[in-house]
């Protein structure tokens, strides 16, 4: 595949929080705080994570600096427009707040982002949302510091420009994004993942491994036509900064992501875990991932019957980086053809004992790496064992194609078509 | 050399500005300013680059976008407290602003930082300043946001939190320190860099070189005591993030370096220096630099007579790489024994054809490396050739010490006789 722009892009962009990372590090919070401005915080979480013990664990820390901290469980997992509004209400009555705090996974953090903006800025939720479902409104004030504690290993959320919702009249997953909704600071403590079951461990790792692959694929920031400065968006194509952080957190969960899973009480593996998702915040999503990710959706969006251990049971659910890693092999078999040498070095580096097999085609060395590590970890055998079948696939074809966003990356031009022929041959995914 | 610390530290920090990146990128710079929330900003850059013509072009393309732009030539080359003071004054009576530029070397950087620092928070400059020489104020309010557009490829100016200044009535180089002080962003243009003479990349390059290789034989952050929060600094030792930053940053020099001073308009070396000055910046700086910087400071600060090819002939000079790469083999000798494996790792990425040359004692093989660097690229032949002899040492030795900041991060204990020897045996490099 050679794309052939008329005058290609020269330029790339790189965004990212300060990090403080290691044990010990979400007791310092407090600091941080008083070195950002803050002096009276809200701290978002949710009520699965506020159960854990931690947030009010963090929030009696920054309350040892001398901090006011009010705690709200006002996060809903999968935030929805509703749930946003509740959360932005709340917090305006007890506010106000010169710094926010976000304890738990993408959700508490998306909304954390969402009530800075609206407390910050103004005005109503509507009116930030993206166009066209939204008025697309960039805030004119600068928001107060947020500071985001991840407590999932898989998420990019504390380092993301991002806020995504489901507006809940329209059923369209939608969302907030400006340069300003990313936080100031992602402290990321690995005993707050202590407690993360197996399979959740399993599916957000595979969430990790997926930004390192699709950016590390992805089509190179160079082969676009040259953007207009307005046009530039957060994810700009493979490029020299995203490559390297790819690799390096392939390497990292080359080592620990079996070990991690099977033992979670591995705290090397749960350190090198945390470490990989820190590496898909900071630095790799910013080149933008594309076909497993835009086919996650309708995958996670059209679930019935399914009920992944270590997840709650009330309602059936595919996680979404299990969502992610389902057509993953199809999908890199597929770009095979737009590198094939970089795709045999991610399989050399995602499995450096049995990465260079060369007793197959080519094209089929990294979706067997991928296979053989989805079995050991426990992932579901395609998409027949999470409960869809070939009459499935026009529907996910149809909700993966909405994804333009994320396809707009993918290193081939991808049409329905080449959708389907993944979708349907990620049905069985190994004998 | 094992540290063996009672409670060893398990956190370290990583902090780095916004990057653009890529030929092009300097004509963005209004955009990137109306997303920032500025719409007066001033532009602070000194005369030797105003004469280039680009802070000029900079500024009409900022003021493309509608934004009011003010050009200050404001910066002198090394600020000192006069300096500052006289920029400080000169904004105020133009202010106010609500957004800076820094179009230039380190100088104008900092001296936009401390003009930020003092517009938005109020003050005199001595009220930042670090103690004892100043009162230490932290910042209370927000800095208006800062672009760094660096004009030379050697600065990390552009990401770090501080600000260098001598203070002149007492002939003492200190600095202002704060996370307020770092730019929001860095726009990394290579075509601002195309003019540099071939002796400015050379020395510019070994700044880089040796911000890798300090960074990358620093002491690990986990071998401290554990630090109370307000005890962290932004130079932790070597960690993960540190090490991945300078090791690619080693590999874009052992490709590009001696093609950059070999012919100036290799746009492809230009651009290779330039991302490997940018990755200094962003990544490796952050773990510390040590023994070969802290002796460049009595090295630059004590010359008397030496003239450089490529710098201005007015006043005699060591610059700044070139004073640090003029100890870095006789230090890196010194230091091989605080990890062999890591130093002999260091000597393969910055020469992959000789790296490994074992046909003599394992500790010259970087030393070897350097030396042979150095002299492609007409570095000087040791300190001897920029003036110095054995009667200097003793003074030398003083001026080190008085880095203790840096020496911190040295992965062995270093005392008088340790840079003594050093800078003894520093006087010729090669035959």
Redesign the interface.
């Known amino acids: 595949m050679t794309w052939s722009p008329a005058n290609p ?8 929080p ?8 979400a007791d ?1 919070v ?3 705080l008083l ?1 950002l ?1 803050a002096r009276r915080v809200l701290l978002v979480t949710d009520a699965g994570v506020l159960a854990t013990g931690w947030p009010d664990r963090v929030a009696e820390g920054i309350r040892g600096f001398g901090i006011e901290v009010v705690v709200h469980d006002s996060a809903h997992v999968e935030p929805t427009d509703a749930s946003l509004d509740a959360a932005v209400e709340r917090a305006r009555s007890d506010g106000p707040f010169d710094g926010f705090v976000a304890v738990g996974g993408g959700s508490a953090i998306d909304t954390a982002k969402a009530v800075d903006l609206l407390l910050s800025d103004g005005g109503d939720l509507m009116d930030y949302v993206n166009v066209p479902v939204g008025a697309g409104r ?1 805030p ?3 928001l107060a510091p947020l500071v985001a504690v991840p407590t999932t290993t898989g998420t990019g959320a504390e380092s993301t420009t991002i806020c995504v919702l489901d507006v809940l009249s329209l059923k369209v997953k939608t969302g907030i994004s400006h ?1 300003r909704l990313r936080p100031s600071l992602a402290v990321v403590d690995p005993r707050l993942t202590a407690s993360q079951p197996a399979g959740v461990t399993a599916s957000a790792g595979m969430d990790i491994l997926c930004h390192a692959l699709e950016s590390w694929t992805a089509r190179p920031y160079s082969s676009y036509e ?1 953007k207009q ?2 046009e530039r968006v957060p994810y700009c194509g493979r490029n ?2 995203s490559d ?2 790819s690799e ?1 957190s392939m390497s990292l969960l080359a080592k620990a992501f079996r070990a991690a899973v099977r033992d979670g009480s591995d705290e090397a593996a749960r350190g090198d875990m945390a ?1 990989a998702a820190t590496f898909a915040g ?1 630095g790799f999503g910013n080149a933008g991932v594309h076909v497993p990710h835009a086919n996650a959706y309708p995958i996670a969006g059209r679930v019935r019957g399914f009920h992944p251990d270590g997840y709650p049971r009330d309602e059936p659910m595919v996680p979404h980086g299990m969502a992610v890693a389902l057509t993953a092999p199809e999908a890199f078999r597929w770009t095979f053809e737009s590198d094939p040498e970089r795709h045999l070095a991610a399989a050399r580096l995602l499995d450096p004992a049995h990465g260079d097999r060369w007793d197959s085609d080519p094209r089929d060395v990294l979706p067997g790496v991928l296979a053989d590590l989805m079995r050991d970890i426990g992932m579901p055998n395609g998409l027949a064992a999470v409960g869809y079948d070939e009459h499935d696939v026009a529907d996910l074809v149809d909700g993966s194609l909405k994804q333009q966003r994320l396809l707009a990356t993918s290193p081939r031009e991808v049409g329905p078509d080449d959708l389907s022929g993944i979708l349907a041959r990620s049905m069985h995914l190994w004998d």
Chains 1, 2 share one sequence.
């Open positions: 892009e020269s330029v790339f962009t790189y965004g990212a300060q990090l403080k990372f290691g044990p010990g590090a310092e407090g600091h941080d070195a401005g960039a004119t004030r600068r340069v040259r400065p307005g020299p900064i390297m952080w390096r470490l900071l």
